[in-house]
């Protein structure tokens, strides 16, 4: 069983930058592609980021490029989600993910097989 824990939201204000993390267990996880999603009241869950196994291959959202930068080590099983100028658009509970096979739509939530509790981040205006 792999178990995901999200850490590093919290609030910021706009122009802001947050770092979050998501530390995996299960040693087999410590290679699986992974993402971040978030989702924000009353809306569905969006990807974000995603990145392969290795770490060669990232993928970002539309609306988030420019601004984050997802990185994983895998050594410490754990992978990381950079966020820069923040915005109030970007406030909502941020979750890691995991699948335990690749696939080219990453952006999907039914791709993932495992998910973290979420980690909250609020950038106030």
């Known amino acids: 069983q792999v178990q995901l824990v999200e850490s590093g939201g919290g609030l910021v204000q706009t122009g802001g930058s947050l770092r979050l993390s998501c530390a995996a267990s299960?040693?087999?996880?410590?290679?699986?592609?992974k993402a971040w999603f978030r989702q924000a009241p009353g809306k569905e869950r969006e990807f974000v980021a995603a990145?392969?196994?290795?770490?060669?291959?990232?993928y970002y959202a539309d609306s988030m490029k420019g601004r984050v930068t997802i990185s994983r080590d895998n050594a410490k099983n754990s992978v990381y989600l950079q966020m820069n100028r923040l915005e109030p658009e970007d406030t909502a509970v941020y979750y890691c993910?995991?699948?335990?096979?690749?696939?080219?739509?990453?952006?999907?939530?039914?791709?993932?097989?495992?998910w973290g509790q979420g980690t909250q981040v609020t950038v106030s205006a």
């Open positions: 990145i392969s196994g290795s770490g060669g291959s990232t």
């Open positions: 299960g040693r087999t996880s410590s290679t699986y592609p």
């Open positions: 993910a995991a699948a335990r096979a690749p696939s080219a739509t990453y952006y999907y939530t039914s791709v993932y097989d495992y």
